[in-house]
């Protein structure tokens, strides 16, 4: 059974930064593009940035030149870098599969960015 466990989220200033780690028990990393995810407050999960099996990455304009996504296929782990965070960027974070699959989302690592 695939499980995606994501951990790295807390609270933190505007201009500061996290690291999100995103860890798989399976095989879904190493043939699969990954993405993070993130659900603001009262609003719908969007797609913050993607990583192909090959290392291909493709980010939301709204977190370009700021958040970095890099995977080790050898550990089954996915990261996400997140400099000069914003109130904004304020949301629980997931990873899942692109497209995603509906039984693989977690539980989600809270963000929050105050001003």
């Known amino acids: 059974q695939v499980q995606l466990v994501e951990s790295g989220g807390g609270l933190v200033q505007a201009g500061g930064s996290l690291r999100l780690s995103c860890a798989a028990s399976?095989?879904?990393?190493?043939?699969?593009?990954i993405g993070w995810y993130r659900q603001p407050p009262g609003k719908q999960r969007e797609l913050v940035a993607r990583?192909?099996?090959?290392?291909?990455?493709i980010y939301a304009d709204s977190v370009k030149g700021r958040f970095t996504i890099s995977r080790d296929n050898a550990k089954n782990t996915v990261y996400l870098q997140m400099n000069s965070l914003k109130p904004e960027d304020t949301a629980v974070y997931y990873c899942?599969?692109?497209?995603?699959?509906?039984?693989?989302w977690g539980q989600g690592t809270q963000v929050t960015v105050s001003s």
């Open positions: 399976g095989s879904i990393f190493s043939l699969n593009t």
């Open positions: 899942n599969r692109f497209p995603p699959y509906g039984a693989y």
């Open positions: 990583i192909g099996s090959g290392g291909v990455t």
